[in-house]
C-alpha cells in the first residue's frame, strides 16, 4: 500500500483564506499491477487578465472550486507498461470564455466575447496510455476521451476536444538519438465556430558531441499543418530549430 496527501492555503485579498486538499491511495495487489484511486477539491482564482484585461476582464468574475475523483490501474514489467485511468470533476463557477456578446459588459470593446464564470460545469474522461521499450527503441502512445459540458445548458465546454491521441517513437545509436511524435486533437466549438481537427507530426534528431555538449535539430509540425488553437487566430506552421546546449 502507498498513501499521499496533500493541503494548500490559498490566502487572497479579494477572496480571502481558502483550504484545499486531496487525498490518495495505491495497491500493489499482484506483481506488476497497482490500483490507485485520488481525491480532492480546487480553488483557482480569477487571473489579472481574467479581471482586467481591456475588452476581455470582467472585475467582478467569482472564483472557481471544484471537486474531483479519479481511479486507475496500471500494469509494468520490464519494458512494458500500460495504465487507464477514469476521471471525473465538478466545478463551479468555471471560469473560461464566453462568446455570447449580450452576457458581456455593454462596452463595444467587449463585441469579441469576454471572461466569464460557467455557473456548473462537468468534466470527465477517460485516459490510456501505454509504452514500450525494446533495447535502443522506445515506443509509447496516449488516447483521452473527454466530455466537458455546462451543466445547465448540457452544451460542451468551449476549446476542449472530446478526443486527443499520441503516439511517439525515439531510439538512439551511438552518440545519437531521434524521435518522433504524432498529435491529433480532434475538433472542439470556440465562439459559435467548430474549429476543425488537427494533426501535427515533430521531428528531432540529437548529437551528443562530446561531454556536455549536444547538437539538435528540430522540425515542428513538419508538414505544415493549418492549425486554429483558438477561433480567428492562426496557430504556428512549420518550424525549424537547431539546438546547441552545454
Known amino acids: 500500500w502507498s498513501w499521499q ?7 487572497s485579498s479579494d477572496f480571502g483564506s481558502v483550504t484545499t486538499g486531496r487525498l490518495g491511495g495505491g495497491w500493489r495487489w499482484a506483481p506488476g499491477w497497482k490500483l490507485r484511486a485520488l481525491a480532492g477539491n480546487t480553488f483557482r482564482a480569477p487571473s489579472f487578465n481574467d479581471l482586467y484585461y481591456p475588452g476581455y476582464g470582467v472585475a467582478t468574475l467569482q472564483p472557481e472550486r471544484g471537486r474531483s475523483v479519479e ?4 500494469w509494468q514489467v520490464g519494458g512494458s507498461e500500460a495504465s487507464a485511468t477514469v476521471y471525473r470533476n465538478r466545478v463551479s463557477d468555471l471560469i473560461g470564455y464566453e462568446p455570447d456578446r ?11 466575447g469576454c471572461a466569464a464564470n460557467v455557473k456548473s460545469a462537468t468534466l470527465q474522461g477517460a485516459t490510456l496510455a501505454a509504452a514500450q521499450r525494446a533495447g535502443p527503441l522506445a515506443l509509447k502512445a496516449q488516447y483521452d476521451w473527454l466530455d466537458a459540458s455546462d451543466d445547465a445548458t448540457g452544451d460542451p465546454l468551449p476549446r476542449r476536444a472530446e478526443h486527443q491521441g499520441t503516439l511517439g517513437a525515439e531510439g538512439t545509436a551511438g552518440a545519437w538519438t531521434w524521435a518522433a511524435s504524432v498529435l491529433h486533437v480532434g475538433a472542439r466549438p470556440d465562439g459559435g465556430k467548430q474549429l476543425a481537427a488537427e494533426t501535427t507530426l515533430d521531428l528531432s534528431a540529437t548529437w551528443r558531441i562530446a561531454g556536455p555538449w549536444s547538437l539538435q535539430a528540430k522540425l515542428l509540425n513538419a508538414t505544415d499543418e493549418d492549425r486554429e488553437p483558438v477561433r480567428d487566430y492562426q496557430g504556428l506552421g512549420r518550424q525549424a530549430w537547431l539546438v546547441l546546449r552545454y
Request: hydrophobic fraction near 25%; proline fraction near 9%.
Open 5 to 11: 496527501g496533500d493541503l494548500r492555503l490559498d490566502d
Open 71 to 74: 481511479a486507475g490501474v496500471s
Open 102 to 112: 449580450s452576457r458581456c459588459p455593454s462596452d463595444p470593446a467587449y463585441d469579441f
